[in-house]
Every structure is written in structure tokens, then in C-alpha cells.
């Protein structure tokens, strides 16, 4: 069993900048691919970025792309999504999640944290 607690979520100004965390106990992350989802109000849950467990390669959505960089540090048991020149569409719930094949669909995942919101507003 695999426990994730995301951390860094908060309200920042367009073109600003967040560090979301997502912290495993429980087993080791190291065989796992991880990635970032996010759900806005009344939205789909969608796919943000995923990070194989040799960690050498990030995938992200378009929408995201050249702005997120997803990375992780299996000696910390830790994953991070660095979000740069954020905007208000970026606002949403940002979830972290385990599976052991990666790829961009969330039934690719057995182990989800509880979520931290992002809110990008001037």
C-alpha cells in the first residue's frame, strides 16, 4: 500500500510561480511511475504530466508543456511538479498518483493523494 500527501498548493498571480510535493509513505516509490492530474470545478479530471521510475523523462499535456516540469527524487520518496507562468485555466485541484505503468490516463494509476488546490487569480 502506498499513502501520497500533495503540499504547495496556494493562490498566486498570473505568470507567477508554484512547487507542488507529493510525499509517499508506506513503499517505496522508486518502481513506480507518478504523475500530476488536476480537476477544475465542474471539469473532467485531467492529465497534467508523468514521470517514469528511472526518472531520465517527463511526458506532459500540451496545455502544460514548456510551462511544467515534473521530476523526482526516489531517494526522498518524493515527486514535484515545478509550475511556471501559471494562468488562471491552471486553477484546479491538483492531484498526485502511482501506478506501476505510467501514461496519461488515470485508470493507469492504483494510489491517488487527497489533492491541493491551485488557484491562479490576480
Known amino acids: 500500500q502506498v499513502q501520497l500527501v500533495e503540499s504547495g498548493g496556494g493562490l498566486v498571480?498570473?505568470?507567477?510561480?508554484?512547487?507542488?510535493?507529493?510525499?509517499?509513505?508506506?513503499?517505496?516509490?522508486?518502481?513506480?511511475?507518478?504523475?500530476?492530474?488536476?480537476?477544475?470545478?465542474?471539469?473532467?479530471?485531467?492529465?497534467?504530466?508523468?514521470?517514469?521510475?528511472?526518472?531520465?523523462?517527463?511526458?506532459?499535456?500540451?496545455?502544460?508543456?514548456g510551462r511544467f516540469t515534473i521530476s523526482r527524487d526516489n531517494a526522498k520518496n518524493t515527486v514535484y511538479l515545478q509550475m511556471n507562468s501559471l494562468k488562471p485555466e491552471d486553477t484546479a485541484v491538483y492531484y498526485c498518483a502511482a501506478g506501476e505503468n505510467g501514461g496519461p490516463l488515470a485508470g493507469l494509476y492504483r494510489y491517488w493523494g487527497q489533492g491541493t488546490q491551485v488557484t491562479v487569480s490576480s
Open 13 to 65: 498571480q498570473p505568470g507567477g510561480s508554484l512547487r507542488l510535493s507529493c510525499a509517499a509513505s508506506g513503499r517505496t516509490l522508486s518502481r513506480y511511475s507518478m504523475a500530476w492530474f488536476r480537476q477544475a470545478p465542474g471539469k473532467e479530471r485531467e492529465y497534467v504530466a508523468s514521470i517514469r521510475w528511472s526518472g531520465d523523462r517527463g511526458d506532459y499535456a500540451h496545455s502544460v508543456k
